[in-house]
Every structure is written in structure tokens, then in C-alpha cells.
């Protein structure tokens, strides 16, 4: 069974441009979970995704969105890049939200992301 | 908001020596989860623990799900070089701003052989 998939592993990228992440879960799974990791701060929620909706926001400005699609294949984007924007950037899947079981909350390997 | 309390922040032990840290919150989880994290990578889920007073092990890993809800602890017994890294615990929370994942600032292990 294939493991949560994000593309790219590593990213650079000038203050004020935009970047897009990719996420993809396990394969029946319908959940995907968005973190920011930093040495400062730790994980950091960002946002949930379950059947193409956004169910949950963390406390990121409106630069940090993301989507859903019907494959359950998730996206996020930040725009207007900023310094403070360098950081791992994790989404987890899991069957449904707030659901650890049957290998609920498993992380992808994350996308580095580095703002010049 | 909700905050996890973990502890201790490092430790350097000796191989085979056992390792405990723990977790506690000021609110109730329903689910507790521990992660291990090496460098560059995403967390790895090392135990999840569904109801208070559970008692789960993983190979030489062990955890237990308080029974108040408010605290959890992983063990490892006989640790060996490969234990190095960033052990993190979560507390799965039901919505609200902070997320569903409420993280612990993690344990960061390191094993003299």
C-alpha cells in the first residue's frame, strides 16, 4: 500500500512569489491535513480537507489556502512569499477527519520549502 | 488554545538503557498518537492509544493513554542507535482553530553506542 505522497521534496523560492505543494493520500483515504513545521513554533495546523471541502483553518493568513480534489489529491498554496514562510511543510491522511484508526494521521516525508 | 506539555526536551543516554517521556495537557484528547521523526522526513506513527488507561506496545516501545485523558507516556526499553531522533506526541482533538493534531514541542533522543 503506497504511503502519503508530496511533491516536490525541496523547493526554492524568492520573497514574493507563490508556490504550490501537492499532496497524495493513502488510497481510500479521504482525508488530507495540512501542518507547518518549524524549529521555532513546531507543527503547526494549517487546514483539513475532507470530500473536496475545507472542514478546519488553522491561525495562517488568508496567503496560505488549499483544495481538494474529487481524487482526494490535495493542493496548498501560499502567495506572496515570505521569509518567515521557510519551513517543512507535512500533510497527513487519514480515512475521514479526526479518525486515527486504520492508519489515520499518516505523514507524508514533506516538502522543504526555502524563501530567498 | 490547547498546548501539549512534553518532556523531557532531550536526553542523551547510554545503548540499552530504557527511555521514558511523557505528555500532559490542561484538557481531555480522545486519541493519543506518538511520533518518531529523523531529518528531513515526516513523522513516523510509532503507537496510537484510543482509551484512557490503554496500555499498547510496539516491539520495544510502549505507551499508555492516562486515565484522567489528559497525559500519555512512551517507553523504550533497551535502546539501540537507530531509537536517535525527535519523538513527538499528539492529541487528536475534535475541531476548534488549533486543528485536529495538537503537538507536543518533542523529545529529542540521542543513543552513545
Known amino acids: 500500500k503506497a504511503g502519503v505522497t508530496q511533491t516536490p521534496r525541496y523547493l526554492i523560492k524568492t520573497r514574493g512569489q507563490q508556490v504550490t505543494l501537492s499532496c497524495s493520500p493513502i488510497?481510500?483515504?479521504?482525508?488530507v491535513s495540512w501542518y507547518q513545521q518549524t524549529p521555532g513554533q513546531g507543527l503547526q495546523f494549517l487546514f483539513e480537507y475532507f470530500s473536496e471541502t475545507q472542514r478546519n483553518k488553522g491561525n495562517f493568513p488568508g496567503r496560505f489556502s488549499g483544495r481538494q480534489f474529487s481524487n482526494s489529491r490535495s493542493e496548498m498554496n501560499v502567495s506572496t512569499l515570505e521569509l518567515g514562510d521557510s519551513a517543512l511543510y507535512l500533510c497527513a491522511s487519514s480515512q475521514a477527519p479526526r479518525t486515527a484508526s486504520l492508519g489515520g494521521y499518516t505523514f507524508g516525508s514533506g516538502t522543504r520549502l526555502t524563501v530567498v | 488554545g490547547q498546548q501539549l506539555n512534553q518532556s523531557p526536551q532531550s536526553m542523551f543516554i547510554q545503548e540499552g538503557e530504557d527511555v521514558s517521556m511523557n505528555c500532559t495537557s490542561s484538557s481531555i484528547f480522545n486519541t493519543w498518537l506518538w511520533y518518531k521523526q529523523d531529518p528531513g522526513e515526516g513523522p513516523v506513527l510509532l503507537i496510537a492509544l484510543y482509551k484512557a488507561g490503554e496500555l499498547t506496545s510496539n516491539g520495544r516501545l510502549t505507551a499508555q493513554f492516562g486515565i484522567t485523558r489528559k497525559d500519555s507516556f512512551l517507553n523504550i526499553s533497551a535502546s539501540i542507535p537507530s531509537d536517535v531522533g525527535i519523538y513527538f506526541c499528539a492529541g487528536l482533538n475534535y475541531g476548534g482553530s488549533q486543528g485536529n493534531l495538537i503537538f507536543g514541542k518533542g523529545t529529542k533522543l540521542s543513543v552513545k553506542p
Open positions: 488510497s481510500g483515504h479521504r482525508s
